[in-house]
Structures are given as structure tokens and as C-alpha cells.
């Protein structure tokens, strides 16, 4: 076996295209985190309201993200859905990085799915009468979620939501299969050139290491400036 | 060609490969590969988990940070490393399986661990201070008295694994393992009209196998639960 050289990680075409794909990668979680909080919250409501209709909904949405593999959510997005797309869209799409979006999109729904039990789970740590408390006093049910269960149960929720966080870093490597310039693909692009395999992969792993280090460090920090209480 | 067309012409493809005249692929090893894998990861998995609880601080401290760097990078890392890097370390080209099976077993085996860890510390103290005043060594007391309590306890999480692994085979596609992910991009490079279809075909395969197993693990920590709470009952009649 030959020496290992780390210089091509220093400078140069290689390290330039390692680092464009850790960039890119950063860009998928932060997008993603946005778009998906969100949503995991709209459908963490849906499945806690008493309307039957939008419990099935949200029922049905989470089981159906959840059994199935991220993989094929990449796939579905990225090779079935634009069949469904008109002609105009589908080439507009093309020109303008679709594997980057597609990626987001299907990251997204597969992230929100999880953290939408988390979140559901968080609320219901809060004891009922809060809610009950809330609605006695005139709040709507929307109201007395934002104004007063919310809050509380943000704290609850962030260990869950900081391992899904996680969860989802790990998951942007999945884009590689439609293309995504990520860092994973860059880095087999690299080691395909220079038929080397370990420094490439082993800034790979040392970059997703360090960022799940980060990551994991965030959560713990604010769970130290706020913690949870026991209610 | 419509969608019926097509599994009546790939319907066999999908299912089996190019079993009988060429290896097993799709679905049949999708479960085969998982299966092997799980089961394989378990006796790993166990030592490790052990190995995680030690009260042997030389042992508990490198179990840890293995398990933290096997859960802290993707599973495709991992595939990769074992697909370029080891046939460099053992000189051996491990065919696309074996990878993929090496692979499953490091990186289940370090989820394994944190259920079985688990498992054991939610066992009552009691039961270890009891095996210890009996005679019985540590390693005696784990064997006889904890772990034949603690596994079956994880039954539900490992069925909640296993559907984690099929859901994990799927990366095989990116090395080229035939499993059904690959075979379905396959089909649709031959059909090619009908990506919509084949894709929401591969997505409800996947669905159907994994709800059924989650829906099995739901039941089954239902029935131990019941059970945990009337066993102490008959104890004492």
C-alpha cells in the first residue's frame, strides 16, 4: 500500500471540491431544518387536534414517510414526480439545480415526519389541564397551543429534536444517489481521480464527525441555559 | 406499455432478480440481506452493549467512543469505507453482498449495543444484588439472570431494529447490490414511461413490510407488558 497523502486535502482541485461539497452539505441541513420544523409542528397539531378528518391525514402522512426508506423518497422525488410536472416546469427544473431540490424536498417531508412525533410527544408531556385551563379562559385551541403550551414544551422537546437534527446530517449523504454535489459525492468523485481512498473518505468522515460533534454540543449548551422543569 | 404490462413482464424481476438464472436480487434480497444482517449484528451487538455498561473502566471507555463514531458517521460512510478501504487492508475484492453485509453488522451491531445497554439498566438493581448474594459471579449473574430478562424485554425495539435494516438495505444501490431500490431504477431504464408508477410501487413495498413489522412490535410490547404486570401476581400465590 502506498504512503497516504494528506496534501491533496490542503490545496489544489481536490480540496477545493471536498470543501464545495461540505458547504453544500451544511447548505441541505440548515434549508432543510427550516422548512422542516414547521411543518413537523403543522402535523404534530393535526394529529393532537379533535378533529378526526385531520388526525387520519397527519396519520397517515407520518406512517407513510416513516416505512419507507429515504433512498426511495430521493428516487420518487427526483425520477417520478417531474413526470407530473408540465413540460415548461420540468425544464426550467432541470436548468436550475433539481438535485439540490429535489433532495430538499424529499429531506424535508422524510425529517418532519420524525420530528413531528417528537414534537407530539413533547406536548403531550405537558399535563392537560394546562390545555383545559387555557380553553376555560377563552383561548382557542391554537391560542392556548402558541401562548401557552408551546413554550413549555419546547424544552422537553429539544434532546429528541437535537438527535433527530442529527439524524438528518447524517441523512444529507443520501442526496449523493440523485446527483447532489454533497460532500459525500465529492468525495468518491475525488477518490475516483486519484484513486485514493483514504484521505478523501477520511476527511469525509472526519467533517460529518465534527459537525455531529457540534451539533450534539449546541443541544447540550442550551439544554444547560434552559432546562427542562419538572411541571 | 401500461402498468399492468409491466409487472406481468417485470413482476418476477422485481421480486426475485434474475433468480434462478443469475444471483438473488429485489425484494428476496432485500430481506435476506437484512435478516443476515440483523442476526449477525446481534452477538456484536451484545458484546458491545456489555461492554458499554463494563464497571472495567479500559473496556467501557474504547466501547463508547466506537459506538459514538459508528453512530456519529452515515451509514453510506461506512459502506464506503468498506467498499474502497478494506479490499486495499485484507487484499481480498469482497463481492457487493459481503460489503453490504460487513457494513450492516458494524453499523447495527453499535445501535444494537445502546438497546441492549438499555434493556439492561432498566432491569430493577434488585435482580443483580440478588444473583451477586446467591454466589453467583458477574458474568454468571448477566448470563443466568439479567439477560434472559433484559432480551426478552428488547423484543420490540429489535423488531423496530429490523425494519431499521430493511430500511437500510436500500443503500446497497449505491454500490450496485440488486437489491429491489436498484431493481426498480432498472426497470424504469427499461420501461422508461412509467417513473411515477414504479417508483410509488417501490415506496408501498417498502411500506407494506416495514408498517406490518412496526404494527408486530406494537403488539408485541403490548403482550409484555401485560405479561410484566401479572407475573408478580402469580409470584406471590
Redesign the interface.
Known amino acids: 500500500?502506498t504512503a497516504f497523502d494528506f496534501s491533496i486535502l490542503l490545496s489544489g482541485r481536490y480540496h477545493d471540491m471536498l470543501l464545495g461539497g461540505l458547504l453544500l452539505s451544511l447548505q441541505l441541513l440548515l434549508i432543510t431544518l427550516a422548512l422542516a420544523l414547521p411543518l413537523a409542528l403543522l402535523i404534530a397539531l393535526m394529529r393532537l387536534s379533535e378533529n378526526r378528518p385531520l388526525q387520519a391525514i397527519a396519520w397517515t402522512y407520518v406512517?407513510?414517510i416513516?416505512?419507507?426508506?429515504?433512498?426511495?423518497?430521493m428516487?420518487?422525488w427526483y425520477?417520478?414526480?417531474p413526470?407530473?410536472l408540465p413540460e415548461d416546469t420540468r425544464a426550467w427544473l432541470y436548468e436550475h439545480n433539481f438535485e439540490a431540490l429535489a433532495a430538499i424536498v424529499a429531506l424535508t417531508l422524510y425529517a418532519a415526519a420524525y420530528m413531528s412525533e417528537d414534537l407530539r410527544s413533547g406536548i403531550r408531556a405537558i399535563p392537560k389541564v394546562q390545555l383545559e385551563a387555557g380553553r376555560a379562559l377563552g383561548f382557542g385551541f391554537l391560542a392556548t397551543m402558541r401562548l401557552i403550551i408551546l413554550p413549555q414544551a419546547l424544552r422537553v422537546t429539544v434532546p429528541p429534536l437535537v438527535s433527530q437534527t442529527?439524524n438528518l446530517w447524517?441523512?444529507t449523504?443520501?442526496a449523493?444517489?440523485i446527483g447532489t454535489a454533497e460532500l459525500?459525492y465529492q468525495?468518491?468523485k475525488v477518490?475516483t481521480a486519484t484513486f485514493r481512498?483514504?484521505e478523501p473518505?477520511g476527511f469525509?468522515?472526519v467533517a460529518?464527525?465534527t459537525v455531529?460533534?457540534l451539533i450534539t454540543g449546541l443541544g447540550l449548551w442550551y439544554q444547560s441555559c434552559f432546562p427542562a422543569r419538572a411541571v | 406499455m401500461t402498468y399492468l404490462e409491466m409487472v406481468d413482464k417485470f413482476g418476477l424481476y422485481f421480486l426475485l432478480g434474475l433468480y434462478p438464472k443469475g444471483p438473488l436480487g429485489g425484494l428476496a434480497l432485500t430481506l435476506a440481506l437484512a435478516s443476515a444482517g440483523l442476526l449477525l449484528a446481534l452477538p456484536l451487538g451484545l458484546l458491545l452493549g456489555l461492554g458499554r455498561i463494563s464497571p472495567w473502566r479500559a473496556l467501557r471507555w474504547p466501547v463508547t467512543a466506537l459506538v459514538f463514531v459508528v453512530r456519529g458517521t452515515p451509514l453510506l460512510m461506512v459502506i464506503f469505507w468498506a467498499y474502497f478501504f478494506l479490499p486495499s487492508l485484507t487484499g481480498v475484492r469482497t463481492d457487493r453482498f459481503n460489503t453490504m453485509l460487513i457494513a450492516l453488522v458494524v453499523f447495527d451491531a453499535a445501535y444494537l449495543a445502546e438497546i441492549v445497554r438499555a434493556g439492561i439498566q432498566a432491569l430493577p438493581k434488585g435482580q443483580v444484588e440478588a444473583a451477586r448474594s446467591l454466589g453467583l459471579s458477574y458474568l454468571q449473574a448477566m448470563r443466568l439472570v439479567v439477560l434472559p430478562q433484559a432480551l426478552r424485554h428488547m423484543l420490540p425495539s429489535l423488531v423496530n431494529q429490523f425494519v431499521s435494516t430493511i430500511k437500510e438495505t436500500s443503500l446497497g444501490y449505491i454500490i450496485g447490490l440488486a437489491e429491489v431500490s436498484f431493481i426498480a431504477t432498472q426497470i424504469n431504464t427499461l420501461v422508461f414511461v412509467l417513473p411515477t408508477q414504479i417508483y410509488l410501487t417501490l415506496g408501498l413495498t417498502y411500506f407494506i413490510l416495514c408498517f406490518g413489522l412496526s404494527r408486530l412490535a406494537f403488539w408485541l410490547e403490548r403482550r409484555l407488558s401485560v405479561r410484566a404486570f401479572t407475573a408478580p401476581l402469580e409470584a406471590t400465590a
Not at chain 1, 416513516?66 to 423518497?73: E, F, G, K, Q, T
Open positions: 500500500m406512517e407513510a416513516r416505512n419507507v426508506p429515504l433512498l426511495a423518497h428516487l420518487f425520477f417520478g414526480a413526470e407530473l442529527l447524517k441523512d449523504s443520501i449523493t444517489v459525500m468525495a468518491a477518490e481512498s483514504f473518505f469525509a468522515t460529518y464527525l455531529s460533534l
